[in-house]
Structures are given as structure tokens and as C-alpha cells.
């Protein structure tokens, strides 16, 4: 597997577990507030990971940390990911994917091998402005079917929107939460122009905490529990 990033320890990427978080390369979206643009294309192959170096390194956590997420860039587009949560399994440690859901028969596979704890899937934007915010031509029942697939599991999930005011409106969550209708857990994810796939959103702002919680109160009367970050 294609490995660009390697987080030896993070408290807040698993829910209430110690987690070490691996970086794939290469994603299908170009959504501009990207903060990770480092690892979609740019990390030259010489500069990738050794697999079995950072599972040598994994086994050396054992009892020290609870899981291991996988996380990107996008996972899905690896081809060797099956494997790579198959042998995270037998270390015996939890398992958590972060996707942007492009990949339903992926994911649906990975949750049937039962290979996965956990899920955290992106969601850009209510399903017809996803082009737009993540700016290729994507086909977006494959976004509806994932999100169908993670309602429907037996494993733990989350649905998660970094929030960008000029790019996201109070109608745009509305149908964000018509969408998740009935779903279990939706995080608001207050957007930090650190570090961002375009420049020019270096200069872009969120939403302040009282409209965030007009937000969330609104979002309330779709999903079950939705929380700001």
C-alpha cells in the first residue's frame, strides 16, 4: 500500500481510543480547503512509507495503543487496502477508515469481511452542489450509497463537513441533514486556514460559534446527534 504519512499517536482520531493514524496517497476530489494537499500527488514514491516498517513499528505499540486508522488522501483508491485492514486485525487492533465515500462497493466489502470498527465519511455538500465543492466529476449515487451502507451497518460511524462559510449556506446544511435523515452521528468541523489546497482559502473564515449552533439545532431535527468541532 501506498503509504505517505505515518501519525505515531492521536487522541481524537479514533472516539475515545489512543490511535496511530496511517496517510494514503492519492485522492479523487481537489475540494480547495484540502489540508492535507501534501499527499495527493506531490510525495514522490522514494519518499513513501516501507508497509512492513510501519507494521514492525505497529507491533511494537501493541497494549500501548487501542486502533489504527487508515486515512488520506483517499484509502479507497488503494488497491492492497483489504489486506492492509486484514493484517491490522490480526495485531489485533480496532480499525477505522476515513473516506469521502466514492467507494460504496469498497467500503461494503470491508465492512461484510467485518475488517472495520469504525467509520468517519466526508460529506462536502448537500449531494447537488458535491461537484462544486470538490471540484471533479464525480458520481454522486455512489455518495448516497454510501452513506445508505453505513446507516444500515452493525459498526460504529460518523458523518463529518469541514465548514467553510463562503462555500456552505443554512439551506446547504438543511439538505445536507435531509440527506443524513435518520442517521446516528454528524460532526461540524470548523474549518482552520493553515494549510489549504488552494491559497487563496488561506483567507476564507467559518461560521462563528453562535451560528454554528443555529446550525446544529437546525441539523437536530434530522439526525440523531450532531456535534461542532
Known amino acids: 500500500m501506498q503509504i505517505a504519512g505515518l501519525q505515531k499517536s492521536s487522541l481524537v482520531d479514533y472516539p475515545s481510543k489512543i490511535a496511530a493514524v496511517v496517510f494514503t496517497l492519492g485522492c479523487n476530489f481537489r475540494c480547495p480547503y484540502c489540508h492535507n494537499p501534501n499527499i495527493l500527488t506531490a510525495v514522490s514514491t522514494n519518499k513513501l512509507f516501507d508497509e512492513a516498517a510501519v507494521f514492525d513499528f505497529l507491533k511494537t505499540r501493541k497494549g500501548k495503543i487501542d486502533a489504527v486508522v487508515v486515512s ?3 484509502p479507497t483508491l488503494q488497491k492492497d487496502l483489504g489486506d492492509f485492514f ?16 466514492s467507494s460504496p462497493k469498497i467500503l461494503e466489502y470491508l465492512i461484510k469481511e467485518e475488517l472495520l470498527n469504525y467509520v468517519a465519511m466526508d460529506i462536502k455538500a448537500p449531494i447537488e452542489k458535491y461537484k462544486e465543492i470538490a471540484r471533479v466529476n464525480i458520481d454522486t449515487n ?36 435531509k440527506m443524513l ?28 460559534d453562535e451560528e454554528f449552533l443555529k446550525i446544529k439545532t437546525m441539523l437536530l431535527k434530522y439526525i440523531k446527534n450532531v456535534y461542532i468541532r
Open 142 to 177: 455512489n455518495i448516497l450509497k454510501s452513506i445508505g451502507i453505513l446507516k444500515n451497518s452493525k459498526i460504529g460511524y460518523e458523518f463529518r463537513t469541514t465548514t467553510v462559510k463562503s462555500q456552505l449556506s443554512f439551506e446547504d446544511f438543511e439538505n445536507i441533514g
Open 72 to 74: 488520506g488522501g483517499e
Open 86 to 101: 486484514k493484517k491490522l486485525k490480526e495485531l489485533g487492533f480496532l480499525t477505522k477508515l476515513d473516506t469521502n465515500g
Open 181 to 208: 435523515c435518520c442517521t446516528e452521528n454528524y460532526y461540524l468541523q470548523k474549518f482552520k486556514p493553515d494549510i489549504t489546497l488552494n491559497p487563496d482559502f488561506a483567507k476564507e473564515k467559518t461560521y462563528s
